[in-house]
């Protein structure tokens, strides 16, 4: 079923990528002049749009005018309250934003596929990838200090997303990937993140290593699935291109 790409989204998306700029920024300035530039040329380029849509007597973009008034009301938060204040408030504001945009996703997904057959695996697999996988994962970051760790979690997150857009493309060529493939890929990293995830809370002999390979493991089995996947449908892949 085809999905639309709401105007919230693209708000999200902008938002998103725009904060974790400036909260890399902060962490590795702090309150220097570095920082102050960053946010006053920031918030310098949608007002000089606004200003360019007004000298031509166009109408204004919402995005621009939106986007100005969150990244002055930052710098003026940053101004007056500091680095940590401003990068907590800032991830709040995206967290929010973007479980707001995952609802709404979720309200037109369920809309699309109700009427269709299939849509009890859809919402199977839309517990087990979008719930269950990356609330594991993301509980996994900093209990494992061994290095590249986090970095392979990180990955593992990542990795997913570019399942799901594989899927997402498969999906507008009118192509069904196979359900069974999916949920067995996802149960097994589900499982060993888990397995991961209690050993950080049991004393058992060598427990670090064994949740350390089963992130690994976690990871590997993206892979797997991944380049079979791409080798399956290549040809519809590679015709894209």
């Known amino acids: 079923a085809p999905m639309r790409t709401s105007t919230l989204a693209k708000f999200k998306t902008a938002i ?9 920024a902060l962490l590795i300035w702090g309150e220097t002049w570095p920082s102050y530039v960053l946010l006053s040329v920031a918030t310098a380029t949608p007002l000089t749009l606004i200003a360019y849509r007004l000298f031509k007597g166009q109408k ?5 005018t939106v986007m100005f008034l969150m990244l002055a009301a930052t710098l003026g938060y940053y101004s007056a309250l500091g680095t940590a204040v401003t990068i907590i408030s800032v991830l709040y504001l995206v967290a929010l934003i973007t479980i707001y ?3 709404s996703y979720l309200a037109d997904g369920w809309s699309s596929l ?4 299939g849509r009890v695996k859809e919402v199977t697999r839309f517990i087990l990838e979008g719930v269950c996988l990356p609330t594991v994962f993301v509980l996994l970051l900093g209990r494992y200090t061994a290095f ?10 990542t990795s997913e997303l570019a399942v799901g857009g594989l899927g997402n493309f498969l ?3 009118k192509i069904r990937p196979k359900f069974r ?4 890929k ?6 060993v993140g888990a397995c991961a995830l209690f050993l950080t809370f049991v004393d058992v002999p060598h427990g670090a290593l064994i949740g350390e390979l089963c992130i690994a493991t976690a990871f590997a089995i993206n892979v797997v699935y991944l380049v079979g996947s791409f080798r399956r449908h290549r040809a519809v892949y590679l015709g894209a291109l």
């Open 16 to 24: 998103q990528m725009t904060a974790s700029g400036f909260i890399v």
């Open 60 to 64: 204004q973009g919402l995005r621009s």
């Open 101 to 103: 945009s995952g609802v």
């Open 114 to 117: 109700k009427k269709q057959q």
């Open 148 to 157: 590249g760790m986090s970095t392979l979690i990180i990955l593992i997150i």
């Open 171 to 173: 999906a507008s060529k």
């Open 181 to 184: 493939a999916v949920t067995l």
């Open 186 to 191: 996802t149960t097994a990293q589900i499982l």
